[in-house]
């Protein structure tokens, strides 16, 4: 699918987040509005969060599909006892609350008010609680708590691995399953965009003076095999576990895991590696806002190519007839300015620039740009 592929899935987590804040704005905004009498405009604004909780849904929906699971850095310990903390009531409450919320429209449009009440003094702050923490558990992910900031003053006493490729940074961590030791527990590796695949390699120590038989080996939607060269691991010997990972669509650096036991020890671990694909071009800022009611001015998305290889931008078109987009050359194949200009900041709104590129990559050559009135 094309289409999917070409998406940049790093630029979602701040649109959910801005989703988020929006439906907590309208939330309180349509209490407010009830509570003052003003029913309509209560009506108005409600179904506006519902839309906007809605679209929140779809997105985290389709980010998750396409990255998998995003683990909080197990760097800051007391952090990430504060985030699993939020985040569970977060991920419950969020699953039931939606028939509720069914409920509590489908009573409103049937005008039986009193149940319209009852239910919504019980889903309200369920529903208020779930916009804030989501807010709250994007900071913590994306800018609170950076993997990179530990990674980087563990990686000044890290080692590279002679049998490891020269991408493959190896962090001296361990992961133990009994006997079986796991150097390293956790690794680090640069791929290029475009590459299709990254081979990983852990290798797995006995030291007891027994054979240990392998369980389990398996990862996510990410791993297209996982492999072991010595199965059982013979006592006193190191066996090579080999993971291939596909590649195609990630952007960024993500987090994917292979989960391994023994039968000796049942219980399973991770062997976790941090893969970085190496941008060919950043988009800044990826998401453009303007306030409600804010002076319509033009703002400026600064397309960057950060290969040595040019790429063009072919076409930029606004997805939205209520903002306007102008191309800039400010280097041919190397810098382009993309002018947004909304014709007014009354309404919100959510929208994208579809940008069209002559970059070879099948999955980089139309990325999009956001922008919003919130």
């Known amino acids: 699918m094309p289409i999917l592929a070409a998406i940049d899935y790093s630029v979602f ?13 309208l939330l309180i905004t349509g209490l407010i509005l009830i509570k003052s009498g003003r029913p309509r405009a209560h009506k108005v604004t409600m179904l506006a969060a519902l839309v906007t909780s809605a679209i929140f849904l779809g997105c985290y929906l389709f980010y998750h599909y396409g990255t998998g699971h995003t683990e909080f850095p197990k760097e800051y310990p007391t952090a990430r006892k504060i985030y699993l903390a939020i985040l569970l009531p977060h991920i419950v409450l969020a ?19 009193e149940r319209h009440k009852k239910i919504a003094r019980i889903i309200f702050p369920s529903w208020l ?13 994306y800018h609170w ?9 563990t990686s000044e006493s890290s080692s590279i691995s002679e049998n490891a490729p020269a991408s493959q940074k190896v962090l001296e961590e361990e992961m133990n399953l009994g006997d079986l030791i796991f150097r390293p527990g956790f690794q680090s590796v640069k791929a290029r965009a475009g590459q299709e695949a990254v081979e990983v390699q852990f290798y797995g120590t006995n030291r007891s003076q027994s054979p240990i038989k392998m369980k ?5 939607c990410a791993c297209l095999s996982v492999t072991i060269d010595q199965d059982p691991v013979p006592a006193g010997k190191t066996a090579i576990l080999t993971g291939i990972f596909d590649t195609t669509k990630m952007r960024g650096s993500s987090d994917k895991k292979i989960l391994v036991s023994t039968e000796q020890h049942p219980q399973a671990k991770f062997l976790t590696t941090r893969i970085e694909i190496t941008p060919v071009y950043m988009i800044e800022p990826s998401m453009t806002s303007w306030k409600i009611g804010e002076q319509p001015a033009s ?3 600064k397309f960057r190519v950060t290969r040595k290889e040019p790429i063009r931008i072919l076409t930029a078109e606004s997805k939205r007839m209520e903002v ?20 007014g900041t009354e309404q919100a709104l959510l929208g994208i620039v579809r940008i069209e590129t002559d970059c070879e990559l099948e999955h980089y050559a139309n990325p999009l740009a956001y922008f919003s009135i919130k």
């Open 216 to 220: 389990m080996m398996e990862s996510g």
């Open 95 to 113: 699953v039931v609350n939606l028939p509720f919320i069914i409920m509590l429209v489908v009573a409103a449009f049937r005008e039986k008010f």
């Open 13 to 25: 987590p701040p649109i959910n987040a801005a989703l988020n804040s929006l439906s907590c704005v």
């Open 145 to 153: 708590f950076l993997p990179g900031d530990a990674a980087a003053s």
């Open 324 to 343: 306007t987009c102008e191309v800039e050359v400010v280097e041919e194949g190397r810098a382009y300015n993309l002018h947004l200009t909304p014709k």
């Open 129 to 141: 609680f779930v916009s804030i923490t989501g807010v709250v558990i994007y900071f913590m992910l």
């Open 299 to 301: 703002k400026t998305v």
